[in-house]
């Protein structure tokens, strides 16, 4: 049991990037696990099926009324090696970026509301062009690439000039990589694993939606981030500033508008003269606008 209690511990104070993962890891490890102990018992994979096929998503619409959970379920779900391990690094190369300048709260949403942006997708593709139609009864969708595209193409629309460095293709900005992959998704949908390629699509739209609609003072992933967490009332007190009487409220909200404005030039200056520009002040403000936790 005390085992039981270091991992509820561990996980209630990891960040949102970690939990993502620790969830995407455990569910991989356990159908795993029973993979092997049935294999061990002489069985076949028929229980594990069963359990791929009651927490993915099908693409048949009365499937999904069937299994609405699966829209959710499916985007923590994987059965190859590779599959994982793919989405896993991709996640923390960049969920690190997107915390350190969005925050935890942000990551958790772009992730969840990037995944639900591919199953619309996904079951709207299979739904509308005739090229599925044979499909459209047997196909289902797994996998976290949908969220994990949402968030790559989240930073890369707030920081299109950030420069990473990749092993075979050296220093390369966020937003070419962002372009050339939303590019071989798509051309890709003929070549196999169409289905994923077009979950890959529609989370990609939300991680662009989500940054600029950020940009115009609204937060899509605000209703979802605010679920279970419970804001706590500031109490009425009047201040004097300028000979005019303020409430904490009015005060608090002025703070917030004035340093969402210095948050936006210095986004603008990134789109402008990329991030080794700011100085270290602007850094420092943007690092403590990001609400990271």
Do not use: C
């Not at 690190?96 to 969005?102: D, G, I, K, N, Q």
């Not at 739904?127 to 139609?133: G, H, R, T």
């Amino acid at each position: 049991m005390s085992f039981i209690r270091d991992i509820q511990m561990q996980f209630g104070q990891a960040t949102a990037l970690y939990r993502l993962m620790a969830i995407n890891i455990a569910v991989f490890l356990i159908l795993m696990l029973i993979r092997t102990i049935m294999y061990l018992a002489g069985g076949d994979d028929f229980l594990v099926n069963e359990i791929v096929g009651w927490l993915s998503l099908p693409a048949s619409p009365g499937a999904v009324l069937y299994q609405p959970w699966g829209i959710v379920t499916y985007m923590f779900l994987h059965q190859d090696i590779m599959h994982i391990l793919f989405n896993m690094l991709i996640l923390f190369w960049t969920g690190r970026l997107f915390t350190e300048y969005l925050g935890n709260d942000k990551l958790w949403g772009t992730y969840v509301l990037g995944g639900i942006s591919g199953a619309i997708l996904y079951v709207l593709a299979f739904n509308l062009f005739p090229a599925f139609e044979t499909a459209r009864s047997t196909a289902y969708l797994l996998g976290a690439s949908a969220g994990v595209i949402a968030i790559l193409v989240a930073i890369a629309t707030l920081l299109p000039d950030y420069t990473v460095h990749l092993l075979i293709f050296g220093a390369v900005r966020l937003k070419y990589l962002a372009i050339v992959s939303i590019l071989l998704y798509f051309i890709s949908i003929p070549l196999g694993n169409a289905g994923g390629h077009i979950a890959h699509l529609g989370g990609a739209l939300f991680g662009f939606l989500m940054v600029k609609q950020l940009r115009a003072g609204r937060d899509l992933t605000a209703w979802l981030t605010g679920l279970g967490s419970r804001r706590r009332k500031v109490p009425m007190k009047v201040v004097s500033r300028g000979g005019r009487a303020l409430s904490t409220d009015e005060s608090i909200r002025e703070q917030a508008i004035a340093t969402q404005e210095m948050v936006d030039q210095i986004l603008d200056k990134i789109n402008k003269s990329g991030f080794d520009s700011l100085s270290k002040q602007e850094k420092e403000i943007l690092y403590k606008a990001s609400g990271k936790k």
